[in-house]
């Protein structure tokens, strides 16, 4: 039995696999529509979502399966006291494979021990969010067609985004990968991604903190929301929130050919205006969210379609 709790859970070449699967289910989706029958998810979210929670149950239900969970810890007994460790053994009893998100880091992990069946972390506190990373590969290699000699610009609260720490874990691995970190001074990539994964690994990356400085050299423009629930005060984040605004202004200094990504939900650091330029990827990215969900479950519980 395997789980998912960081991208680095898949080797390259089952990565690879994965996301072939994925496009293949995008191709012939009626190839796919009874694979799960009988089967159950468990989605336990004790904290908010609605694309990962909707996807993980749209992906179940495209596979013929069923789902079951709960959206948020008040509406659980974690509210009572139950502890993952409990509430893992006896979703095991209920389902067949459960998406788990908690503001914990490392809590899926808790769970993943004591469960009887495949536990995948939806996203664990400001740590990782190895679906997204999936969901992003999927992006990528469907819309730019490779994964590696990139220049990638992730811009905004890198510190929190736990999308950007799991993607950049997950692209180190192609060649020709090079970042450009885009953020204030207070919210710079942690330094266990900068020492640990990127210079000991010889990533080339710069730290910038203007995206006009960095825009005209991006194949692939990462923009991510100032996360306000890991802020310990909500002054700090009332002076971050509106750092970056990605407008028509800034995209006409972007290559013609660069995707703008987003891991939603957006709430000012992408403008409306530029939702209807052809480059605007971050609607696709939700699509692909669900074909890769999809290919997981079926990965995860072994599932072959002929
Ligand atoms: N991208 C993402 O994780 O969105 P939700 O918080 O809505 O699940």
């Known amino acids: 039995m395997r789980h998912l709790m960081s991208p680095l859970d898949l080797s390259v070449e089952e990565l690879d696999k994965l996301l072939t699967l994925a496009t293949d289910i995008e191709k012939n989706p009626q190839k796919y529509a009874h694979a799960c029958e009988g089967k159950k998810l468990a989605t336990c979210f004790y904290e908010p979502s609605t694309r990962t929670r909707l996807s993980f149950e749209a992906a179940m239900l495209n596979l013929g399966g069923r789902v079951l969970g709960f959206a948020s810890a008040d509406s659980s007994s974690a509210s009572k006291g139950e502890s993952v460790s409990d509430t893992i053994r006896v979703i095991s009893c209920y389902a067949d494979i459960c998406a788990m998100r908690h503001p914990k880091e490392g809590a899926p992990l808790v769970a993943s021990q004591k469960s009887r069946i495949p536990v995948i972390n939806a996203g664990d506190g400001g740590h990782q969010h190895p679906t997204q990373t999936l969901t992003d590969l999927l992006t990528i290699r469907s819309l730019k067609g490779r994964l590696d000699n990139l220049t990638i610009g992730l811009c905004g609260d890198l510190k929190f985004g736990r999308t950007v720490h799991s993607l950049i874990q997950a692209l180190i691995r192609y060649p020709g990968i090079r970042f450009v970190l885009i953020s204030p001074e207070e919210l710079r990539i942690p330094s266990y991604i900068r020492e640990d994964v990127l210079k000991k690994n010889n990533i080339p990356f710069q730290e910038v903190e203007r995206l006009e400085d960095a825009i005209g050299d991006l194949d692939i423009l990462y923009m991510t ?8 005060n909500e002054e700090d984040y009332i002076r971050m929130k509106d750092f970056y605004i990605l407008n028509k202004a800034k995209m006409d200094l972007a290559k013609d050919d660069m995707i703008v990504m987003h891991p939603l939900p957006r709430v000012n ?5 530029v939702d209807d330029d052809p480059r605007a990827a971050y609607f ?3 699509q692909y969210g669900v074909y890769v969900r ?8 072994e599932v072959e379609v002929c």
Not at 225 to 232: A, G, L
Not at 294 to 301: N, Q
């Open 225 to 232: 929301r100032v996360q306000r629930e890991r802020f310990f």
């Open 269 to 273: 650091e992408i403008s409306v205006e």
């Open 284 to 286: 696709k990215q939700v």
């Open 294 to 301: 999809m290919a997981l479950i079926l990965t995860l519980l």
